[in-house]
């Protein structure tokens, strides 16, 4: 590897030293391979080890690299298209009732956030269903998901139910209602600790946030939080359920006014 | 402020601070207070300034914090639910069809990112309409857009146009089209240099990056890549248009197994 010297420019250095990096992986490293220890990287673009790293941050925030314990930081595969939501344009489905990558892994009865709370009309200490689902893809879990159903939603539920029998008996009681609409959020956030475990990430890697809402006749009947993977995961939307832009080459090579 | 000790956990160390900084917030602290400086921070949770750093990253991540230049860290207020698309379930709408809160800012012919070429189908260097707009809300950019627009899909459009004249012009063209279909994926990306600047974000502050296909019976007839600000946008999908559900308070009192 030649040695690169940075130019003085007036955007931050590590944005600048980001788009050098970035060129070099285009152009010398191919999907997974092991990038240079932090020191070899600092020393080969000529800046401390402290903007190098802010420059590392970025890639890893836009797909393009990883960073994983144990490996070291690697160049990322693309991202994959996960849809989110119906197929179908107007209809909406309730989780678990189609042919879907989602396994469902328990089933508990348990206090939801306050804002999630909120939303579904129970009470501050009021227990719901918690259904918990992981999402796999490619033979990895790339979401988590925890739905949570208020008894009011399900009154047919039986009172006693084996832990294995919970979670299919919550769904099919959802299933036997009228979908009336559904609406999400997307939104930003850091995993969970059990989240983070469960999609194999330390707690507070950047996470993509879904919140959907589940309406019947009677109003909300379920919520659910879904926690994807930011840095391998994008959301798709719409009816053909995949677009097919990879922003890994998004940096325009004429900028347009 | 009394002295809090962290005790010793098997979670990251930055992550418990966040959980204890996130509960000092929610306690001791009102939206749009300034915190402590880094050093009284550090020295009131005994934990080293990195360790602090990567707590406020967490917090700023999940929306709790903002850092402005200038200003310093402040408490964030809850973001802001932004609809993306379309109100309507089936029907899609071409950008700048409806009355909307984007503003056009500027129109020029160029090359768009290699990604967004393959998706319209145009050659490697071939020059295309981008039209630049901005999305205002209570008073702030919360998004820039970039929508690319092949010669092709606007063969009507005028040879001669004023620069005032050029973005009206290609959208008029557009807006003449059936609009079959539109398609959105959704991700996580770091602001570039020129978004960032009208974000008033540093280059490389995480950004949900929409890109949307629009489709007429002839293929894709356009593209758009918008640009929202992660840390105060809550990107909403479906009819009602907002899902209500703040992850500020989103962290389980009870965990569901």
Same mark, same amino acid.
């Given at each position: ?95 678990g ?71 299919p008996?919550v769904l099919r009681?959802l ?7 559904? %609406? ?10 059990? %989240?983070?475990?469960?999609? %194999? ?57």
């Amino acid at each position: 590897m030649a040695t690169t010297q940075l130019e003085p420019v007036q955007e931050p250095k590590y944005w600048h030293l980001k788009t050098v990096l970035q060129e070099a992986l285009d152009s010398e490293f191919s999907v997974g391979e092991i990038l240079p220890n932090e020191r070899d990287l600092a020393a080969r673009f000529g800046v401390a080890r402290a903007t190098l790293r802010q420059a590392l941050e970025q890639l890893e925030l836009e797909g393009r690299l990883q960073r994983r314990r144990g490996v070291g930081t690697t160049v990322a595969p693309p991202r994959m298209g996960i849809a989110v939501g119906t197929t179908g344009a107007s209809e909406g489905a309730w989780p678990g009732s189609g042919s879907e990558s989602w396994r469902t892994v328990g089933c508990a009865e348990a206090v939801p956030p306050a804002a999630v709370a909120a939303v579904l009309g129970t009470g501050t200490d009021e227990l719901v269903h918690t259904v918990r689902r992981v999402r796999m893809m490619q033979g990895q879990s790339v979401a988590t998901e925890l739905i949570f159903v208020p008894s009011g939603s399900v009154p047919a539920l039986p009172a006693l139910l084996t832990p294995a029998a919970h979670a299919p008996a919550v769904l099919r009681e959802l299933h036997a209602m009228a979908l009336e609409s559904e %609406d999400r959020a997307v939104e930003l956030g850091s995993a969970r600790a059990e %989240d983070a475990k469960q999609l %194999d990430r330390l707690p507070g890697a950047p996470v993509l946030v879904v919140t959907t809402r589940y309406r019947t006749g009677q109003g909300v009947a379920a919520v659910s939080v879904a926690t994807y993977r930011a840095d391998t995961c994008r959301l798709t939307f719409g009816e053909t359920g995949t677009v097919q832009i990879s922003h890994h080459e998004q940096e325009e090579r004429r900028e347009a006014s």
